[in-house]
């Protein structure tokens, strides 16, 4: 039996792909692994192969390159690609068995809870879920190939008590769902903010669950924990044994809106395949390029990701502040894209996915002018039916810039 440094599969967890239970895989040799994403099951007996035989894997339901490769005790997860191409993340097995350990002590996690899990896993939430409830003896319900209301009666039928989810994995199993689920005691949701009204959903779906929002990146796992005393608008206090730092553009310390760096023992080792300018190491800090504002009380409020900054006017602004706004005004899922202009150099429009005209336009522009001032407010607002998504849950903001051509 090998130390703490690799993942296994405790005697008391069983894991099941919708209904179907998965047999524990045979013993075998420990090399890499590049294994298919979907369909769950399929996924799911790769998966627990590369487990029990302690080989370094990597769920992608893209080719990989042949050369690609990964040392024994690590593994390889993808990036949502929310700002341009995903990312292979290589990272120490270690490094998610250290928060296994803090959550099941934060949590109370026992053999007696069973998890729920929505999304593909090829996107590293529904990835940690599932290894997490493995390693630490819990029962693993994996429903990505199910429709959300089929996840929410599964989940009853089953019990759960956990349920990992993204805002908008949240958001579509509580329109769906036909009934409570009161068996669910805890909610983790990651991913992208919890807007108001998802928030109040969730309350109704789940009513005795504790919900906690955390924020982090595939590169760094959890950065920061909320729970019912964070303020509305932030994303919690740092997650044990995590320290941050804000810098301003001058790489000095701020108490201003600054660059989030992060040092912990949860962070990754480098990428695998395709690095990034955004993400840079410095003293054991690592910056994923997104940033942020420290309170009074150590709450991180996130103002948006610098590549997606926008300037107005001379004036910096992020999309996410304005699609925050939005989202509480209407109770939808929105998407903010800047526009070329020829006066002000850009301008913002909002996608919000709803029927056209519902809340009217008008309304949601005027109610960002008051809020936000007139150069931080969209210039138009476009309705879609269904925003297109990448496999993390968050909005494909390359295919929502393309449709938007499309509709001038």
Same mark, same amino acid.
């Given at each position: 039996?090998?130390?703490?440094?690799?993942?296994?599969?405790?005697?008391?967890?069983?894991?099941?792909?919708?209904?179907?239970?998965?047999?524990?895989?045979?013993?075998?040799?420990?090399?890499?692994?590049?294994?298919?994403?979907?369909?769950?099951?399929?996924?799911?007996?790769?998966?627990?192969?590369?487990?029990?035989?302690?080989?370094?894997?990597?769920?992608?339901?893209?080719?990989?390159?042949?050369?690609?490769?990964?040392?024994?005790?690590?593994?390889?997860?993808?990036?949502?690609?929310?700002?341009?191409?995903?990312?292979?993340?290589?990272?120490?097995?270690?490094?998610?068995?250290?928060?296994?350990?803090?959550?099941?002590?934060?949590?109370?996690?026992?053999?007696?809870?069973?998890?729920?899990?929505?999304?593909?896993?090829?996107?590293?939430?529904?990835?940690?879920?599932?290894?997490?409830?493995?390693?630490?003896?819990?029962?693993?319900?994996?429903?990505?190939?199910?429709?959300?209301?089929?996840?929410?009666?599964?989940?009853?039928?089953?019990?759960?008590?956990?349920?990992?989810?993204?805002?908008?994995? !949240?958001?579509?199993?509580? +329109? /769906? %769902? &036909?009934?409570? *689920?009161?068996?669910?005691?805890? @909610?983790?949701?990651?991913? =992208? #903010? !919890?807007?108001?009204?998802? +928030? /109040? %959903? &969730?309350?109704? *779906?789940?009513?005795?669950?504790? @919900?906690?929002?955390?924020? =982090? #990146?595939?590169?760094?796992?959890?950065?920061?924990?909320?729970?019912?005393?964070?303020?509305?608008?932030? @994303?919690?206090?740092?997650?044990?044994?995590?320290?941050?730092?804000?810098?301003?553009?001058?790489?000095?310390?701020?108490?201003?809106?600054?660059?989030?760096?992060?040092?912990?023992?949860?962070?990754?080792?480098?990428?695998?395949?395709?690095?990034?300018?955004?993400?840079?190491?410095?003293?054991?800090?690592?910056?994923?390029?997104?940033?942020?504002?420290?309170?009074?009380?150590?709450?991180?409020?996130?103002?948006?990701?610098?590549?997606?900054?926008?300037?107005?006017?001379?004036?910096?602004?992020?999309?996410?502040?304005?699609?925050?706004?939005?989202?509480?005004?209407?109770?939808?899922?929105?998407?903010?894209?800047?526009?070329?202009?020829?006066?002000?150099?850009?301008?913002?429009?909002?996608?919000?996915?709803?029927?056209?005209?519902?809340?009217?336009?008008?309304?949601?522009?005027?109610?960002?002018?008051?809020?936000?001032?007139?150069?931080?407010?969209?210039?138009?607002?476009?309705?879609?039916?269904?925003?297109?998504?990448?496999?993390?849950?968050?909005?494909?903001?390359?295919?929502?810039?393309?449709?938007?051509?499309?509709?001038?």
């Amino acid at each position: 039996m090998r130390g703490q440094d690799r993942f296994k599969w405790h005697e008391a967890a069983r894991l099941y792909a919708g209904e179907r239970e998965l047999p524990r895989a045979p013993e075998g040799h420990d090399s890499y692994c590049a294994l298919p994403a979907t369909p769950a099951f399929d996924a799911l007996a790769a998966l627990t192969t590369a487990i029990t035989q302690q080989a370094p894997f990597c769920l992608s339901n893209r080719p990989l390159p042949d050369d690609i490769s990964c040392p024994p005790a690590a593994f390889l997860t993808l990036t949502g690609g929310a700002s341009g191409r995903p990312k292979a993340v290589r990272r120490s097995q270690a490094s998610w068995i250290a928060s296994f350990e803090v959550n099941a002590d934060r949590f109370a996690l026992t053999p007696r809870d069973s998890v729920a899990v929505l999304g593909q896993l090829s996107h590293s939430l529904s990835l940690y879920a599932v290894l997490e409830a493995l390693h630490l003896g819990l029962d693993a319900h994996v429903l990505a190939d199910r429709a959300p209301r089929r996840q929410a009666e599964r989940i009853a039928e089953a019990g759960a008590t956990i349920l990992y989810a993204t805002p908008t994995q !949240l958001r579509l199993l509580a +329109r /769906a %769902a &036909v009934a409570p *689920l009161p068996s669910l005691r805890l @909610v983790l949701c990651g991913g =992208g #903010a !919890l807007d108001p009204a998802t +928030r /109040a %959903a &969730v309350g109704r *779906l789940c009513p005795q669950a504790a @919900v906690h929002v955390f924020y =982090g #990146a595939a590169e760094t796992s959890f950065i920061t924990l909320a729970d019912a005393n964070t303020p509305e608008g932030a @994303v919690g206090r740092p997650y044990p044994g995590v320290e941050l730092r804000l810098m301003n553009a001058e790489g000095e310390p701020t108490t201003d809106v600054g660059e989030i760096w992060v040092r912990s023992p949860y962070l990754f080792d480098g990428y695998a395949l395709g690095p990034s300018d955004e993400t840079r190491w410095r003293e054991g800090f690592v910056t994923v390029g997104e940033m942020g504002a420290l309170d009074a009380k150590g709450n991180l409020w996130i103002r948006g990701r610098r590549q997606r900054m926008v300037q107005i006017a001379d004036q910096m602004v992020f999309p996410e502040t304005v699609e925050a706004v939005i989202s509480a005004q209407t109770g939808l899922p929105c998407a903010v894209l800047p526009r070329d202009d020829a006066l002000r150099g850009q301008h913002l429009v909002a996608v919000i996915e709803a029927p056209a005209g519902d809340p009217p336009a008008e309304e949601i522009i005027a109610h960002c002018r008051a809020t936000l001032g007139p150069l931080t407010s969209p210039r138009r607002v476009y309705f879609c039916p269904d925003l297109p998504l990448l496999p993390s849950g968050k909005p494909d903001l390359r295919a929502l810039s393309d449709w938007v051509e499309g509709q001038r």
